[in-house]
Every structure is written in structure tokens, then in C-alpha cells.
């Protein structure tokens, strides 16, 4: 996986939620998946705007209370409100006036798991699954997609490994890229005793959510510990560290800047200055890059995009790892 220089303003791990939860309201519009935003990005708004939100749902629900999306609406507002009773209240009068309601299933599997009625939310996520599974376009159908994916992850808190890479594995046949089937396929290939397959599951999660997500990295250390995988390990516990201490981060990755993971250490520490807007230091590292691989895709569309030169810096070359110069972790 190659490097990636990204300073979005969602980080990219809170958009791979974002893009998740709006599976769950697909049917519903933009304003409730609005407050779900809202949310999760803490914006500073205070209660008034989900207090707007919700009596908008509400008196929208009263004024056609057979209107089905405006039930989902209001459902998914009590949900990112965290009124799991109330959505679910919703989401049953829905499925009662239509029984296989999609976006209703998703929506009450997603509350009875999050109240622990892990039995109840599988039944759910079953009949999902059964009645998507033949459809026409089930190899691209993000509902049946997220069904799979549910299981997979409720298989995988009950303990049954196996069950769970069955479920991950038919939801990322749907969506190869979704990096949060790929991170829960990670831990359950590590929790079946198959550390490289886990390996290969977590740099590929970590390939489509490259910032602000360091469970993955947390994992890896386990992996490559149970490979003997010594360098790695140490490059992995580094970027773990990036989301809680960047200081101590970039300590960590600079002892690493000698040895095979030395190419991925300086790209690291390059990315973290840069995200904290020192870029003249994170230049600075980007060019180290160039001193052991001149061709190093990442450094150079960085440095390009920095408006810097790609001029080496006049430092000893670091002996270049094979295999190590354009990839983002270890494979």
C-alpha cells in the first residue's frame, strides 16, 4: 500500500462511518443523515439543532403518519440521539405497514445491537440477507452488503471465528474496498491462527482509510509479533501511536529510520509533520525519502503538492529495504 498524503477535513476513518451509518437511512433523505454528521463531527452547534431536527421529524410523522420515509427519518434522528427505544418504536410500525422494508431492517438490526439483543438483531440481519441475496443486483447491493457485514461483526463479539470470515467474506465480495469488513476480517483471520492472511487484511484496510484510524496498526503489532516480524512490529506500534501521542510517534519511527523500515518511517514522520502544519520539516523528511528511492511515488506527488523541489537532501543514504519504497506498511 503506498503512502498517502491526505489532511481532509473529515478524517478519512470518520467518513468511512459516515458512508457507513448512510446505509442505514438510504431511503430517508439527506436531513437525518445530516444530524448523524453533525454528530459524530462534535461540531459545537449545541442541543438547539437536534432539538430542530427531531421536531422536524416528528411534526413530519404527525402531519402523514403513513408517510413511510418520514418515519425512517425520524427514526434514524432517535437514533443518532441515541433513543434506541424510540427508533426501534419506529422502525416496528414501519415493518408492520411494510413488512420487508429494507432500510427499516438495517435501521432495527442496528438497535438491537446496539441494546446487546445480538439473537433478535441476527434474526434481522438473516431475513435481510435471504431476501437480497437473489436479487438482480446483489453482487452490488450496499444493503445487503451492510447486512453482511453485521453478522460478520456479531459473529465475531460471540466468539464464532469461523461464522464470522463466512459473513465478511460475502460482504466483501459485494464491496472489496470497505475497510471496516477488511478490519474485522483482520482480527478474525488473527483470532483463527492466520496472522499473514490477517496481515494482508489490516494494510488493505488501512489502504482505503489511510488517516485518523489506528486500531489497524494496533492489530498489526499483534501480527507481525506472531510472524517474528520484528521491524515491522516496531513501524506498526509507531503509527498506533500517531493518534494518541504524535510526539512520541515520531520518536518511535525515527529509531526506525536505519533499518528495513526505514523508507515508511520517514514517509510517517514527513505526513505527521505535515498534518500539523509544519511543512517545512515535513519537506525536509520527504526528501530523506528521495536519498534512498529517487523514484518514491509518495514523497514526490507530496513535495509536488507542497510546492517544494524534489532535489534529495545532502544526508548519507539510509541502505534502501527491498520491497519497502512505495508501500504504506508491510505486507
Known sequence: MKMSRRSPSVPDRTFSRLMRLGVLVLAVGVAAFGTIYFQDQHVAAGPSLVDRQTSSAEAAVRTAPNNITARLELAATYQSEKRLDDALTQYNIILKAAKGNQAALLGRGSVLTAQGNLTAAVAVYHTVTVELSTGEFAGADPQLQQAYYSLGSIALTQGKTKEAITELTAALKINAQDSDSLYLMGIAQLKAGAPQVAVDAFNQALQFV??????????????????????????????????????????????????????????????????????????????KVLTVDRTNVAALSSLKQLGAGTTPAKTSPTPKAAGSSTTQGPS
Open 210 to 287: 489511510p488517516t485518523g484510524w489506528c486500531q489497524p496498526w494496533s492489530q498489526l503489532v499483534l501480527a507481525y509479533g506472531k510472524l517474528h516480524r520484528a521491524p515491522q512490529a516496531a513501524y506498526a506500534a509507531g503509527m498506533a501511536d500517531t493518534c494518541k501521542s504524535p510526539a512520541k510517534a515520531k520518536t518511535r519511527l525515527a529509531a526506525l529510520v536505519k533499518g528495513p523500515e526505514a523508507v515508511n518511517a520517514m514517509l510517517a514522520i514527513a505526513l505527521i509533520a505535515e498534518t500539523q502544519g509544519s511543512n517545512a520539516e515535513a519537506i525536509t523528511w520527504y526528501r
